[in-house]
């Protein structure tokens, strides 16, 4: 019922948004929507780092907790959520700071928690897309796609909390 719909919800959903930006996939992939509902109420999801490189077990256990059937297992806000997933990647500064950076500021923060994780950072001016041991094309950095996602989402967070005071 409506009286389910809370944070919890919304962390779920950012959860589930985050984790297949970062896996290619659903975490509660399933063949029919029967099985899938099983899963989500069953199952837990596989770890990130299961679908891609340089996932590390504390953003593994993040979006496992967020991603989890028990609300009470879950950062308790959206926010609690984006702040948590920010001390992992190792971004100090309030969330807000982020949609106000350029894009090479953004760059050069990701660039750097790369690093700080031997990551290796491909330029794709410069080369071929990186394949795996079949050839094929592998996606973005994990860090790149969270950053991105992470400075899209406050930017809008911030979008509407200007039109909500106006």
Do not use: C, N
């Amino acid at each position: 019922g409506e009286e389910d719909l809370d944070e919890g919800t919304d962390v779920f959903a950012m959860g589930v948004l985050l984790y297949e930006a970062l896996a290619g996939k659903a975490p509660f992939e399933a063949e029919d929507a029967g099985r899938v509902l099983y899963r989500l109420i069953h199952e837990s999801p596989d770890p990130l780092s299961w679908h891609r490189e340089g996932i590390g077990a504390e953003l593994d256990s993040l979006f496992a907790r967020a991603l989890s059937s028990d609300r009470t297992s879950r950062p308790k806000t959206p926010r609690a959520l984006l702040d948590e997933l920010a001390r992992i990647l190792g971004i100090d500064d309030r969330l807000e700071s982020i949609a106000e950076r350029s894009s090479a500021e953004l760059d050069a923060i990701i660039r750097a928690r790369a690093k700080m994780e031997k990551a290796r950072v491909i330029d794709l001016s410069r080369s071929p897309a990186p394949t795996d041991e079949l050839g094929l094309e592998r996606g973005p950095s994990p860090i790149l796609l969270i950053g991105l996602g992470l400075g899209g989402l406050a930017a809008a967070l911030s979008a509407v909390v200007y039109f909500m005071t106006q």
